[in-house]
């Protein structure tokens, strides 16, 4: 079974969506994952739709957290460049959005901690690139596939994070 530590917010703010939807394909895929949500806290109430047996698929992955992760577990962060300094297990991969169109040092060097860092547009994987990042790619939150109904990153997203599991191992 692939395992996988999440960290990420889970609120009612976009980034709060994003991982809900990404928490969800993890579920979907049975991914065993431990949940360490950003700021402590889950407060999902803004998503009144969710499967129940979801809900507590995330309850448990936050309340069993420390029982699951190991450092050799590879950790999948979503969240904003700054801040993503801080490391769970030996292994991180970075979700991030970038809107600005030169990276300075420090977010270079932000870069470069982690293990991988998938943008969410090819414009900024193209400056970090440019900048000298060689650990980055993108995945833009909808995308359009030849010969396929248009998905969502979120699909395409877990199953890139699988791809960098299985190279780790």
Known sequence: MQELIVRAPLNSLSFGNVSINILREIYKKGINAALFPIGDSINIDAFDRLDEDFKKWISSCFNNRFNLSKKDIPTLTQWHLNGSEYRISSTQFLYTFY??????????????????????????????????????????????????????????????????LNQSK
């Open 99 to 164: 809107e600005v169109d030169q990276p300075t040092q420090t977010e270079k060097s932000l870069v470069d901690l982690q293990d991988k860092v998938i943008f969410s547009s090819k414009h900024a994987e193209d400056q970090f690139k440019f900048a000298g990042c060689k650990n980055v790619t993108s995945a833009p939150l909808k995308l359009g596939l030849r010969n396929m109904a248009t998905t969502t990153i979120i699909n395409y997203l877990v199953v890139l994070i699988i791809h960098f």
